[in-house]
T-cell receptor, first 119, second 114 residues
Framework: NAGVMQNPRHLVRRRGQEARLRCSPMKGHSHVYWYRQLPEEGLKFMVYLQKENIIDESGMPKERFSAEFPKEGPSILRIQQVVRGDSAAYFC?????????????????FGEGSRLTVL | QKEVEQDPGPLSVPEGAIVSLNCTYS??????FMWYRQYSRKGPELLMY????GNKEDGRFTAQVDKSIKYITLFIRDSQPSDSATYLC??????????????FGKGTHLIIQP
């Protein structure tokens, strides 16, 4: 049973280019979360998606960032016109059920991350 | 004040020692408390989770939550060099409005010396 798969593992972009990060959740999981980890910082929640729906994007920057989880295929985190401050590790996590409901934590399974470097 | 405070370390202890890692928090709405372990260049993996106050034990690991003082602790007994990693505390509250994201501490870098 494959875990959460993220690709690419490493991505280098020049300022102004676009970055696309992909995440395939664990089999049977329909809930996907994206987190960002800056150097010397903790993981920061960005967005929570279910198939074809964005449930909570309260952690997403208002501009240049977007996420989707189509009916078929992986979830994609897209960063347009990247800047140096976007350099970070981006982690995807999946869960078999919704988190945050009473008495249900819904364990998160993390991928190995995609490390974006903006030159 | 940050919502979750965690000493980044590094914390270096000899093999076999009891390790105590902790986090403090300010948000009274947090009800679920978790500890993740993250090896270098890898994704976090869940070690322990607890709901509300109390203790939970799993092998060499014990998680303790004291909501009265907003303080959580992870104990590691008989520490091994393979326990060397960054330990992240994480918290979740149920606000009824869809609090779906975990709030993480910055992580404590733990080194177990052989």
């Amino acid at each position: 049973n494959a875990g959460v798969m993220q690709n690419p593992r490493h991505l280098v972009r020049r300022r102004g280019q676009e970055a696309r990060l992909r995440c395939s959740p664990m089999k049977g999981h329909s809930h996907v979360y994206w987190y960002r980890q800056l150097p010397e910082e903790g993981l920061k929640f960005m967005v929570y998606l279910q198939k074809e729906n964005i449930i909570d994007e309260s952690g997403m920057p208002k501009e240049r960032f977007s996420a989707e989880f189509p009916k078929e295929g992986p979830s994609i985190l897209r960063i347009q016109q990247v800047v140096r401050g976007d350099s970070a590790a981006y982690f995807c996590a999946s869960s078999p059920r919704r988190r945050g409901t009473p008495n249900k934590t819904g364990e998160l399974f993390f991928g190995e991350g995609s490390r974006l470097t903006v030159l | 004040q940050k919502e979750v405070e965690q000493d980044p370390g590094p914390l270096s202890v000899p093999e076999g020692a009891i390790v105590s890692l902790n986090c403090t928090y300010s948000n009274s709405a947090f009800q679920y408390f978790m500890w993740y372990r993250q090896y270098s260049r890898k994704g976090p993996e869940l070690l322990m989770y607890t709901y509300s106050s109390g203790n939970k034990e799993d092998g060499r690991f014990t998680a303790q939550v004291d909501k009265s003082i907003k303080y959580i602790t992870l104990f590691i007994r008989d520490s091994q060099p393979s326990d060397s990693a960054t330990y992240l505390c994480a918290m979740l509250g149920w606000s009824g409005g869809g609090a779906d994201g975990l709030t993480f501490g910055k992580g404590t870098h733990l080194i177990i010396q052989p």
